[in-house]
């Protein structure tokens, strides 16, 4: 399985509004709605941001939105703040049992 | 409070083995599709394995043969054996449940593995 395509980084100043992009295949993020976002800060575990390519856990800000289209899904962040600064992965189920993450995004707060 | 712990992670030479365990507190793993997902140093995320609450298990081509998933439902507790150990296995080793809409919802901390001679 070939990792999803981000951009390697994303920039910000605070207040700001990012998108994150996340390219895969017809086999993947295009086939299911299950699409999920991970933010990762360096030596912690990684947090569930996003699920079904829109849907927010509990407790995640209305800052962070999801959407899909066609073999695309993407993150925005809106709101920049220093405590978003951080990686992010996206990750989509691959079919027969299998799952398969993005390349990762380094987002930067200026 | 939920969450999940790993251990067994250290520094083991190339074609070696290695049990790497995740105690899961506050839910039951056998109720749960449990995963692993790795990050070797300056890479990205990667996904290993996951095993469903039917005890089948899946495998990423990289690790499949080598790896087995397994959980002991009376210890609640996930395990990752890993043979045949390589130098491009090298990561940081992550076990997360797999919760709404194929999400993995909850992570541990991380173990460290290394294999290098």
């Known amino acids: 399985q070939s990792a999803l395509t981000q951009p390697a980084s994303v920039s910000g100043s605070p207040g700001q509004s990012i998108t994150i992009s996340c390219t895969g295949t017809?086999?993947?993020?295009?086939?299911?709605?299950?699409v999920s976002w991970y933010q990762h800060h360096p030596g912690k575990a990684p947090k569930l941001m996003i699920y079904?390519?829109?849907q927010r856990p509990s407790g995640i800000s209305n800052r962070f939105s999801g959407s899909k289209s066609g073999n695309t899904a993407s993150l925005t962040i809106s709101g920049l703040q220093a405590e978003d600064e951080a990686d992010y992965y996206c990750?989509?189920?691959?079919?027969?049992?299998?799952?398969?993450f993005g390349t990762g995004t380094k987002v930067t707060v200026l | 409070e939920v969450q999940l712990v790993e251990s067994g992670g250290g520094l083991i030479q190339p074609g070696g083995s290695l049990r790497l365990s995740c105690a899961a507190s506050?839910?039951?793993?056998?109720?749960?599709?449990m995963s692993w997902v790795r990050q070797a140093p300056g890479k990205g995320l990667e996904w290993v394995s996951v095993i469903y609450t039917s005890g089948n298990t899946y495998y990423a081509d990289s690790v499949k043969g080598r790896f087995t998933i397994s959980r002991d439902n009376s210890k609640n507790t996930l395990y990752l054996q890993m043979n045949s150990l390589r130098a491009e296995d090298t990561a940081v080793y992550y076990c997360a449940r797999v919760g709404k809409s194929d999400s993995f919802d909850i992570w541990g901390q991380g173990t460290v593995v290394t294999v290098s001679s």
């Open positions: 017809s086999g993947d993020v295009g086939a299911y709605n299950l």
């Open positions: 079904a390519g829109s």
């Open positions: 506050e839910f039951t793993v056998s109720s749960d599709y």
């Open positions: 990750c989509s189920y691959a079919g027969s049992n299998t799952y398969v």
